[in-house]
């Protein structure tokens, strides 16, 4: 384990009489956890503090879909080189175009598998401590059209089920794991790019394909009990919410008129809920994070300049928070010309002191 990774342990622990006792770091401090020179998609780290990440399809082509951060400036192909691709090797056998990472309480390790080389998406999941594939689930045509990007995902392993969000025909998605069941909600308001929320990186007007940057239903998030999903558009502001049991079993009409208004949030890219019920976004245009908590008040939590478009967010160990910061709006699909990216790109933490992962 990279020795940086316990600076701030090192730093605060003081020994009194035969006991350690180490201070915890303040609310908002923000670490790099690794520099990188390829974009990192999501991120997704271990109690134990193992990182790992998406390789962002939106970054040049470097062959490598899915690493493990091996030191502060080091990586490693995970779970194996063997399930990586590039042009002379892309497959059904192989990793294609991933982004949305996470974990479950059983130890393994979920990315979404967008396919955009090969036409299919899918879900992986591996045994975290072993890298063996432990479910590969392949969703169908009519749920997740080729030109779909279901980009974000969370795991309830307890009642069997992912949730899933396309941004790109705005729908929500629930899978279950054992037989790989797959239901889609679509054609509500909450799901689409709100009418007024603009996507301004660094000040400018953010446009892709040539168009100003929309995005529809993106960050989710899932209580601590698996009962609620929590959503929101990518350009919007408005984070809603909705039973879980009915996007399993109940119908589309069911599910309309239970959808509720759960607090406000910045146009972000990512977010997560904490076992205490505080929510966690990316804030684009603020490099930052923002936090809405358990009393319905949003607030900004950490800007700084490194946070040069914060992709996505999830807890590691104890109150650490991940993110995963790639400047995507440089990318040459956001840009229409070459790519104006600035490596490094980071792996970055804050130390949040809340009540940290929510792992079903």
Same mark, same amino acid.
């Given at each position: 384990?990279?020795?940086? +990774?316990?600076?701030?342990?090192? *730093?605060?622990? +003081?020994?009194?009489?035969?006991?350690?006792?180490?201070? @915890?770091?303040?609310?908002?401090?923000?670490?790099?956890?690794?520099?990188?020179?390829?974009?990192?998609?999501?991120?997704?780290?271990?109690?134990?503090?193992?990182?790992?990440?998406?390789?962002?399809?939106?970054?040049?082509?470097?062959?490598?879909?899915?690493?493990?951060?091996?030191?502060? *400036?080091?990586?490693?192909?995970?779970?194996? @080189?063997?399930?990586?691709?590039?042009?002379?090797?892309?497959?059904?056998?192989?990793?294609?175009a991933p982004l949305g990472i996470t974990q479950d309480g059983r130890g393994r390790l979920w990315i979404t598998d967008m396919g955009l080389n090969i036409g299919k998406t899918r879900?992986?999941?591996?045994?975290?401590?072993? !890298?063996?594939?432990?479910?590969?689930?392949?969703?169908?045509?009519?749920?997740a059209p080729k030109d779909s990007f279901i980009q974000d995902l969370v795991v309830d392993a307890e009642r069997g089920w992912i949730y899933l969000a396309d941004i790109n025909h705005? *729908?929500?998605?629930?899978?279950?794991?054992?037989?790989?069941?797959?239901?889609?909600?679509?054609?509500?308001?909450?799901?689409?790019?709100?009418?007024?929320?603009?996507?301004?990186?660094?000040?400018?007007?953010?446009?892709?394909?040539?168009?100003? *940057?929309? !995005?529809?239903?993106n960050p989710l998030g899932l209580s601590v009990d698996g009962e609620t999903l929590f959503f929101g558009a990518m350009t919007g502001t408005r984070w809603y919410s909705v039973p879980?049991?009915?996007?399993?079993?109940?119908?589309?009409?069911?599910?309309?008129?239970?959808?509720?208004?759960?607090?406000?949030?910045?146009?972000?890219?990512?977010?997560?809920?904490?076992?205490?019920?505080?929510?966690?976004? /990316?804030? +684009?245009?603020?490099?930052?994070?923002?936090?809405?908590?358990?009393?319905?008040?949003?607030?900004?939590?950490?800007?700084?300049?490194?946070?040069?478009?914060?992709?996505?967010?999830?807890?590691?160990?104890?109150?650490?928070?991940?993110?995963?910061?790639?400047?995507?709006?440089?990318?040459? @699909?956001?840009?229409?010309?070459?790519?104006?990216?600035?490596?490094?790109?980071?792996?970055?933490?804050?130390?949040?002191? /809340?009540?940290?992962?929510?792992?079903?």
């Amino acid at each position: 384990m990279p020795h940086h +990774l316990f600076r701030h342990l090192l *730093a605060a622990a +003081l020994m009194v009489g035969s006991h350690l006792i180490t201070a @915890a770091p303040a609310i908002g401090t923000l670490e790099t956890v690794a520099e990188l020179p390829i974009r990192p998609g999501n991120v997704s780290a271990t109690a134990n503090a193992r990182v790992f990440a998406t390789v962002h399809p939106l970054d040049v082509p470097s062959g490598l879909q899915l690493i493990e951060i091996t030191g502060p *400036a080091s990586y490693r192909p995970w779970p194996s @080189a063997d399930l990586q691709s590039d042009a002379n090797t892309r497959g059904d056998s192989r990793i294609d175009a991933p982004l949305g990472i996470t974990q479950d309480g059983r130890g393994r390790l979920w990315i979404t598998d967008m396919g955009l080389n090969i036409g299919k998406t899918r879900l992986w999941g591996f045994d975290i401590a072993t !890298g063996k594939l432990a479910r590969r689930i392949d969703l169908p045509g009519d749920v997740a059209p080729k030109d779909s990007f279901i980009q974000d995902l969370v795991v309830d392993a307890e009642r069997g089920w992912i949730y899933l969000a396309d941004i790109n025909h705005p *729908a929500l998605l629930a899978v279950r794991i054992e037989d790989s069941k797959v239901r889609r909600f679509q054609g509500h308001a909450s799901l689409q790019a709100e009418e007024g929320a603009e996507m301004r990186v660094g000040g400018q007007p953010t446009f892709f394909g040539g168009k100003p *940057a929309k !995005g529809g239903v993106n960050p989710l998030g899932l209580s601590v009990d698996g009962e609620t999903l929590f959503f929101g558009a990518m350009t919007g502001t408005r984070w809603y919410s909705v039973p879980t049991r009915l996007l399993r079993e109940g119908s589309d009409a069911d599910i309309a008129a239970a959808i509720r208004v759960a607090g406000r949030k910045p146009v972000s890219d990512g977010a997560t809920t904490d076992a205490a019920g505080n929510h966690f976004f /990316t804030n +684009l245009n603020e490099n930052g994070i923002d936090r809405l908590d358990t009393l319905g008040e949003l607030q900004p939590f950490v800007r700084n300049p490194l946070l040069n478009w914060p992709d996505s967010v999830q807890f590691g160990d104890d109150s650490w928070l991940y993110i995963s910061v790639n400047q995507l709006h440089t990318t040459r @699909a956001f840009t229409g010309a070459s790519d104006q990216g600035t490596p490094p790109y980071r792996i970055m933490r804050v130390w949040t002191g /809340t009540a940290g992962a929510v792992r079903r």
